[in-house]
């Protein structure tokens, strides 16, 4: 049964937002996971990858953080990659608690470890991973865990329309999260839901683009909600392209981990000619920005559609092993991965920016927290490093749990709360407005804020932005929002932000490449570009 009141209302039910629910729900916390569609539709499920953490007796917590350091390309914040690879191993054990079954290896005296893969930007194998499914692994297990629980209330096909705050007592100018107004997809009615915590684990904002590994859910839905309560957004131009995702016309959106990669396989024109060693040392294993970009460039120069992508000098039994997942896949457009080349392209893969949060995941609204992708912590910097992700999600949970559970028996229950006001609203007729408008936002971000940019490119893309933006405040104001509508309408607010943290870099730097300034700023110290809401009360 789902009730209005709840001591912490979690959205998003992925990596992020389930290892919260779990440990407070453990401390006696009553929580809800409100999840927009169903429980596993979110990026973790698909994460194929792994998580990094220092496991091998040759690697060391500082080679994690200077690995990540260097791929941040001088944002990263030193002691936020401190924090999170410390918890590392730690993160790992929790999960192996909660039944999350690693891939393991056989080591000489017959014992088993768990097996460590390499990604780009590594300079050890440090990935604990699940074969090529980790993601799926985590989410199963997580989502097992939470069903079993009796202190957490799981809402699919819930997604949030608008967070709800309050002055805070005491605090003239200060506000605090109260509650949020829901949409329950199933009934198409708004519920008012009510609770003295919001965490907000909502994912990225990939969606924004054409071309995207992530599933239909990375919409940014949470960072436009804090964006409109006030909360201040950070590093939106560093979004990251993963340079290999499978280039078929039915494949859809299906990422080719970079752990092909890591374990040998090598990127390779259409006439198997090598190409990587003439952008960078580390060759396939370089960070993500100069991979993508390389291949942007290779694709561009030669008008080609797409490279190439060679594990198959490798034996037979040892892809399969490895990557079951992507073998079976690729076989269903009758590519033997085994026997033949992978023809990939770069597509949206990662949100390096998001929510500016502290150490604690806290935002700059009371009482309301970021986890996850959402959140722009400082970890990633200019460019996210290959398995961070899952990590932050695992170390920002419970940094936020130890927050709240230190904070909840001094926060008042919230204060009696208005219902959603439907009276001067009804149902469109005219749906197809929002088809029509997802589709010129991704097709124009696609076109001019992607993988290389430039400043003509990104005042075209923000002329186009505040027409659509006008259009879309029209349409919300005038029907009964459903799930499409409330996608769209943060897809723009998301658009707008990317593409100002982007016109505010006279740079280029990590994953955000602009043609007339093409060069690294070394002149000043790094900066992250901050944007400010109106209603912004510190």
Not at 83 to 100: E, F, R, T
Not at 210 to 237: F, H, K
Not at 460 to 471: Q, Y
Request: charged letters at 20%.
């Amino acid at each position: 049964m789902i009730s209005d009141n709840y001591d912490v209302l979690i959205a998003g039910s992925g990596a992020a937002g389930l290892s919260l629910a779990l440990k407070l729900a453990s401390r006696s916390v009553n929580v809800a996971v409100l999840s927009k569609f169903a429980l596993s539709e979110g990026s973790t499920f698909y994460a194929q990858g792994g998580i990094s953490a220092v496991f091998d007796a040759n690697d060391s917590l500082e080679s994690h953080i200077e690995d990540t350091l260097i791929a941040g390309a001088g944002l990263c914040n030193p002691e936020i990659v401190k924090l999170a690879v410390n918890y590392g191993k730690n993160s790992i054990n929790w999960l192996l608690d909660q039944g999350v079954e690693f891939t393991q290896e056989t080591v000489a005296n017959g014992e088993t470890k768990l097996h460590l893969t390499r990604e780009g930007g590594h300079s050890h194998r440090r990935v604990v991973h699940a074969a090529d499914a980790t993601g799926k692994a985590v989410s199963l297990s997580l989502i097992d865990r939470a069903k079993e629980h009796p202190n957490i209330t799981l809402c699919e096909f819930h997604n949030v329309v608008e967070l709800i705050t309050s002055k805070q007592g005491g605090k003239p100018s200060a506000t605090r999260a109260i509650g949020a107004y829901v949409l329950d997809s199933k009934h198409q009615r708004v519920k008012t839901m009510s609770a003295r915590v919001i965490a907000l684990a909502t994912g990225g904002a990939n969606k924004v683009y054409l071309y995207s590994t992530n599933p239909q859910s990375s919409t940014g839905d949470g960072i436009a909600l804090a964006w409109r309560a006030g909360c201040r957004v950070s590093n939106m131009e560093f979004m990251q392209f993963h340079p290999t995702c499978l280039f078929h016309p039915n494949a859809g959106s299906f990422l080719i981990s970079e752990a092909v990669r890591g374990e040998g396989g090598k990127l390779v024109l259409p006439d198997g000619s090598p190409f990587m060693q003439g952008y960078d040392d580390r060759a396939e294993l370089a960070p993500r920005d100069i991979v993508a970009r390389a291949i942007d460039h290779e694709i561009k120069k030669r008008g080609i559609d797409c490279v190439y992508l060679d594990i198959s000098h490798k034996p037979k039994a040892f892809i399969i092993e490895h990557f079951p997942t992507i073998y079976r896949h690729c076989l269903k457009f009758d590519i033997d991965i085994t026997q033949q080349p992978i023809p990939v392209v770069p597509a949206a893969h990662y949100t390096c920016g998001g929510v500016v949060t502290d150490s604690h995941a806290r935002t700059d609204i009371a009482n309301l927290y970021a986890i996850g992708e959402v959140a722009s912590t400082g970890l990633h910097g200019a460019n996210r490093m290959a398995s961070n992700s899952l990590l932050e999600c695992l170390v920002f949970a419970s940094r936020a749990c130890e927050a709240i559970l230190k904070d909840l028996a001094e926060i008042p229950l919230p204060p009696g709360i208005r219902d959603w006001d439907e009276s001067k609203v009804s149902d469109s007729d005219e749906e197809v407005v929002v088809s029509h408008n997802w589709s010129e936002l991704r097709h124009f971000m696609w076109d001019y804020v992607g993988i290389v940019r430039s400043d003509k490119r990104l005042y075209r893309a923000m002329n186009r932005v505040e027409l659509l933006k006008r259009e879309i405040a029209e349409y919300y104001g005038n029907f009964r929002v459903t799930s499409d509508l409330l996608e769209l309408r943060n897809l723009v607010i998301v658009a707008e932000l990317i593409i100002r943290c982007a016109m505010s870099r006279k740079e280029s730097r990590g994953l955000h490449f602009n043609l007339d300034y093409p060069n690294q700023n070394n002149s000043i110290p790094p900066q992250n570009s901050i944007l400010i809401p109106d209603n912004y009360n510190p």
